[in-house]
């Protein structure tokens, strides 16, 4: 085998979206530093941190569980607030089903890896082997940089005496403000801002007469209410189109969600899962 062989073999796995899922994946773990610190912060210990990590292995329903958890409340609404958040991933995995083609041990494995990450990855591919190369290298990637750096974090947090002193204990509302915000700026998004509005007054006027984690599942109500609501009749004579860039766009009345005009899909990832 000559050096050119060899190289071209090397190029062939080193592709762009290996090292795209590689990255995506150390970008992930150091996000995974502050949740072990919050968890930690939280009070649960280092072995039930790593285990939250490992099994429920969804970014975002995490900081939610362990957030309920720091405020006082019970792990019933814990769960349902994760759950809430979580249910995403099987919107996901329906979509990825098809693509991914996995039977047996690799399917429970696969459905285990289905995230925000990995299901952008996938879907952004224009051919199924390159949307499955990227589902799995992206997913495996998250799942052990994740895992490790949520251990570490919450090592490093039982280490300090009070982690609240810094500032430990914010991490995970200005997460959630990280994910947030995104949506906000995005324009032609008239239901983010009301939805946002609805389900921060509601859970604020909730939050002196219900236990702690109770306000974020009420919040959601007007969320669900806005996104049932029928859309606008269409224009007369026109169509309205939301430029690439903005996941969200309305031809002649139907919403094309995640789709701009010149045929590009647009797909963004959520932080965190």
Same mark, same amino acid.
Not at 68 to 92: C, D, F, H, K, M
Not at 99 to 115: F, K, N, P, Y
Not at 162 to 181: E, K
């Given at each position: 085998?000559?050096?050119?062989?060899?190289?071209?073999?090397?190029?062939?796995?080193?592709?762009?979206?290996?090292?795209?899922?590689?990255?995506?994946?150390?970008?992930? *773990?150091?996000?995974?530093? /502050?949740? *072990? @610190?919050?968890?930690? @912060?939280? %009070?649960?210990?280092?072995?039930?941190?790593?285990?939250? /990590?490992?099994?429920?292995?969804?970014?975002?329903?995490?900081?939610?569980?362990?957030?309920?958890?720091?405020?006082? *409340? #019970?792990?019933?609404?814990?769960?349902?607030?994760?759950?809430? !958040?979580?249910?995403?991933?099987?919107?996901?995995?329906?979509?990825? /089903? $098809?693509?991914?083609? !996995?039977?047996?041990? $690799?399917?429970?494995? #696969?459905?285990?890896?289905?995230?925000?990450?990995?299901?952008?990855?996938? =879907?952004?591919?224009?051919?199924?082997?390159?949307?499955?190369? +990227?589902?799995?290298?992206? #997913?495996?990637?998250? !799942?052990?940089?994740?895992?490790?750096?949520?251990?570490?974090?919450? =090592?490093?947090?039982?280490?300090?005496?009070?982690?609240?002193?810094?500032?430990?204990?914010?991490?995970?509302?200005?997460?959630?403000?990280?994910?947030?915000?995104?949506?906000?700026? +995005?324009?032609?998004?008239?239901?983010?801002?009301?939805?946002?509005?609805?389900? *921060?007054?509601?859970?604020?006027?909730?939050? &002196?007469?219900?236990?702690?984690? =109770? &306000? =974020?599942?009420?919040?959601?109500?007007? +969320?669900?209410?806005? @996104?049932?609501? &029928? /859309?606008?009749?269409?224009?007369?004579?026109?169509?309205?189109?939301?430029?690439? %860039?903005?996941? %969200?766009?309305?031809?002649? %009345? +139907?919403?094309?969600?995640?789709?701009?005009?010149?045929?590009?899909?647009?797909?963004?990832?959520?932080?965190?899962?």
């Amino acid at each position: 085998m000559t050096f050119s062989q060899v190289r071209v073999g090397i190029g062939r796995w080193w592709s762009p979206v290996v090292r795209d899922g590689l990255g995506i994946g150390v970008a992930t *773990g150091t996000y995974g530093l /502050s949740f *072990g @610190a919050l968890s930690a @912060a939280a %009070g649960l210990s280092v072995a039930q941190t790593g285990a939250l /990590s490992l099994l429920m292995f969804t970014g975002a329903s995490q900081f939610a569980f362990v957030g309920v958890l720091a405020a006082g *409340g #019970g792990p019933i609404a814990a769960v349902a607030t994760a759950t809430l !958040l979580g249910s995403r991933n099987g919107l996901y995995g329906l979509q990825l /089903s $098809r693509t991914l083609g !996995l039977r047996g041990w $690799r399917r429970r494995l #696969g459905a285990h890896l289905v995230i925000d990450e990995s299901a952008v990855m996938a =879907v952004r591919q224009a051919d199924p082997d390159t949307a499955r190369t +990227a589902f799995w290298v992206t #997913g495996l990637a998250v !799942l052990v940089c994740w895992n490790t750096a949520t251990l570490l974090g919450a =090592v490093a947090a039982r280490s300090l005496t009070d982690p609240a002193a810094f500032g430990l204990d914010v991490v995970g509302p200005a997460a959630f403000l990280a994910l947030l915000v995104p949506r906000l700026r +995005a324009q032609g998004q008239p239901r983010a801002w009301a939805a946002a509005l609805l389900a *921060g007054a509601t859970a604020l006027v909730a939050t &002196p007469f219900v236990p702690a984690g =109770v &306000p =974020v599942l009420l919040a959601a109500v007007p +969320a669900v209410a806005l @996104a049932l609501a &029928p /859309s606008r009749p269409p224009r007369a004579g026109g169509s309205e189109v939301t430029v690439a %860039g903005v996941a %969200g766009a309305q031809v002649d %009345g +139907a919403d094309v969600a995640g789709v701009d005009v010149a045929g590009a899909g647009v797909v963004r990832s959520e932080c965190g899962r």
